[in-house]
């Protein structure tokens, strides 16, 4: 009786341990939400089943962002572009931009050089180009970050994708967002919520937005499987 009372003793305790450890808590606002979700984007149903590599060019980062901040994000929008796995990323970097079109950088809403697309597609064997411009950036609490991004094919070019929102964390949906996205990938033995990281982080949470961003690109079209004609 003694050993068996023990052991229930032990394993309320484990449960109680185990409950205070939860990271963030079941009730928290970044279980339940409510959550962002981006609505200002436009694209085609689906992107092109031929689309395999996609050029996908520095971070403009304008008036907003100084030079060395939007190269900082350079690594992590290339990232999380190539977790989608829609197509292959081959990233342009800005020494190599510079070198071959005079710039280390190109908004999507300025004119290209001359020779621009043809060249990405002659020198990268690739289908389709990304901008990401960050419209809005800023680095302190609240965090906040905009992004406008456009994909497009370099063959007779026609725009597939567009985005432009902006991701503030002083809006409580986006802060729960930020915060679920982190949910499960840091671990810690003491009852501590690393999910908050997020929005003191500026990398951290722009790795939440460039999830956001990416997951609003079309699906990938399957190509269409002949019919047998010996079927009837």
């Not at 079109?101 to 990268?124: K, M, V």
Request: with cysteine; aromatic share 10%.
């Amino acid at each position: 009786m003694i050993i068996r009372r023990s052991w229930f003793l032990m394993a309320a305790l484990a449960a109680a341990v185990l409950a205070g450890c939860q990271n963030p808590s079941f009730d928290d606002p970044a279980r339940l939400g409510p959550f962002f979700t981006p609505v200002n984007h436009a694209g085609e149903p689906a992107l092109p089943s031929g689309l395999r590599r996609v050029v996908l060019l520095p971070v403009w980062g304008g008036t907003v962002a100084s030079p060395e901040a939007a190269a900082a994000f350079d690594p992590v929008f290339a990232t999380e572009l190539q977790r989608q796995n829609r197509f292959e990323v081959v990233v342009l970097t800005r020494a190599e931009c510079r070198r071959r079109f005079g710039a280390g950088e190109f908004s999507s809403a300025a004119a290209l050089p001359r020779d621009f697309l043809p060249t990405l597609r002659r020198e990268f064997a690739a289908d389709a180009v990304m901008w990401i411009d960050l419209t809005a950036y800023r680095p302190y609490g609240p965090l906040a970050l905009g992004v406008r991004a456009k994909l497009a094919t370099l063959e007779e070019p026609r725009v597939l994708w567009t985005f432009d929102t902006i991701f503030s964390a002083d809006d409580p949906a986006v802060a729960n967002s930020a915060r679920r996205h982190f949910i499960g990938q840091t671990h810690t033995a003491l009852p501590a919520d690393l999910t908050r990281d997020a929005l003191q982080s500026p990398t951290r949470f722009c790795t939440y937005v460039e999830a956001a961003t990416f997951a609003t690109l079309p699906p990938v079209s399957r190509p269409v499987e002949p019919k047998n004609a010996n079927v009837r």
